[in-house]
Structures are given as structure tokens and as C-alpha cells.
């Protein structure tokens, strides 16, 4: 009962979600998080979800912490989907009633047509794309692997720790070094909604 108007209030946002899920392949989910305990959203594997009982206490969740905590929109490290349709990445932004905070609003996206894109950009002649999240791992760049997904200089070069650094503290940059290519300029600059570096 003490919810009961907050549920009627968020249960108007299905129709919305629904059309959102529907409408773009890549989102896996669309949902928000309430103080209160509770969550509403579409979730194209509700059924397999409650097959294998994946429930879980939402308001321990990194991505509704990290939402609460910074007041901003926040993404996580990128993950493989629990079932298998690829790398998947959480956007989380916290909203608030009466200047309160009230929750979070959260969306889960394939990020496979983003990666095929980066992959699939040439710059110049014989340059690449590659893109690294805000912590400095790498997303999507020719020839990653599981393998080598944490190895820096495979992609950076010699001077991969260097750069990785400068990527952490500022906002774009140019830095040489010596890859498997021979050697090469290394551009990046941050994407603002993210704070990934392209």
C-alpha cells in the first residue's frame, strides 16, 4: 500500500519501454529501479529470466549505486550477455521526485552494430578505428580477442602504458609509438556521454 501510487505513477512508463525494446533490436532491456525495493521495465528474456531465477536485490547493484552515488548517467564496464547475443553495455541515470532522489532508469544495450562499425571505418590510408572505455579497456578495435582483450600494448604498442595513462587524464591527445604495424600516430579524443575514448 505505502507504494502503491509510485507503481501506478512508473507502471505508465510500459507502453514506452515496450515501443522502445520493440523498435531497436539492440536494446535488451529497459527498466527502472526504485528506492523502495521494487523494478518495472521490458525485458525481451523476462521468461527465460524467471526460468532460471535471476532475482536479485537491485539496490546492491554496481550500476544503481554508482547512478545514486555520482547524480549523473552511468556505464559500467561492457559485458558479455547472459545469453550469449553479445557484448552488452548498462546505461544508468538517476531520477528524483521533489529534488529526492527516487531511483534509477536503466537500459541495456547490444553493442554488436557498434562494434561492427568501428571495425568496419577506415581513416586515411591504412588507419583504424579502435575504442576504449573510461577506464581504459578496450571495447572494440581489429583483432580483439578474449585472448587479448587486457593487453594493451597489442593494440597500443610499446607505448601502451604511456598512452593508457594520458587517456585516464585527459580528454583527447596524439602519442606515438611502435605496434605490430610498425609505427604509428595514436589520436584519441573523449566521447561526452560516455567517456569513452575513440
Known amino acids: 500500500a505505502e507504494v502503491q501510487d509510485e507503481l501506478y505513477l512508473q507502471g505508465n512508463l510500459m507502453?514506452?519501454?515496450?515501443?522502445?525494446?520493440?523498435?531497436?533490436?539492440?536494446?535488451?532491456?529497459?527498466?527502472?529501479a526504485s528506492v523502495n525495493g521494487f523494478t518495472i521495465?521490458?525485458?525481451?528474456?523476462?521468461?527465460?529470466?524467471?526460468?532460471?531465477?535471476?532475482?536479485?536485490?537491485?539496490?546492491?547493484?554496481?550500476?544503481?549505486?554508482?547512478?545514486?552515488?555520482?547524480?549523473k548517467l552511468y556505464i559500467p564496464e561492457t559485458y558479455g550477455d547472459l545469453f550469449g547475443r553479445g557484448l552488452t553495455v548498462?546505461?544508468?541515470?538517476?531520477?528524483?521526485?521533489?529534488?529526492?532522489?527516487?531511483?534509477?532508469?536503466?537500459?541495456?544495450?547490444?553493442?554488436?552494430?557498434?562494434?561492427?562499425?568501428?571495425l568496419n571505418m577506415n581513416i586515411g590510408?591504412?588507419?583504424?578505428?579502435m575504442l576504449f572505455s573510461e577506464?581504459?579497456?578496450?571495447?572494440?578495435?581489429?583483432?580483439?580477442?578474449?585472448?587479448n582483450a587486457n593487453d594493451l600494448s597489442f593494440f597500443l604498442g610499446d607505448n601502451a602504458k604511456t598512452i593508457a595513462a594520458d587517456m585516464q587524464t585527459n580528454r583527447e591527445g596524439v602519442s606515438q609509438?611502435?605496434?605490430?604495424?610498425?609505427?604509428?600516430?595514436i589520436l584519441y579524443n573523449t566521447i561526452?556521454?560516455?567517456?569513452?575514448?575513440?
Open 15 to 32: 507502453p514506452l519501454f515496450t515501443v522502445m525494446a520493440q523498435n531497436n533490436p539492440n536494446i535488451t532491456s529497459i527498466y527502472t
Open 177 to 185: 609509438s611502435r605496434t605490430q604495424n610498425g609505427e604509428v600516430y
Open 125 to 129: 590510408d591504412g588507419g583504424y578505428a
Open 90 to 118: 548498462t546505461m544508468a541515470l538517476p531520477f528524483y521526485t521533489g529534488g529526492e532522489f527516487a531511483g534509477v532508469v536503466g537500459i541495456d544495450i547490444l553493442i554488436e552494430q557498434l562494434n561492427q562499425d568501428i
Open 192 to 198: 561526452e556521454l560516455t567517456g569513452w575514448r575513440f
Open 41 to 71: 521495465g521490458y525485458d525481451k528474456n523476462a521468461a527465460m529470466k524467471a526460468e532460471i531465477g535471476t532475482y536479485y536485490e537491485i539496490r546492491e547493484r554496481d550500476w544503481y549505486l554508482k547512478a545514486k552515488e555520482t547524480g
Open 135 to 147: 577506464e581504459g579497456r578496450v571495447i572494440s578495435a581489429p583483432g580483439l580477442t578474449d585472448g
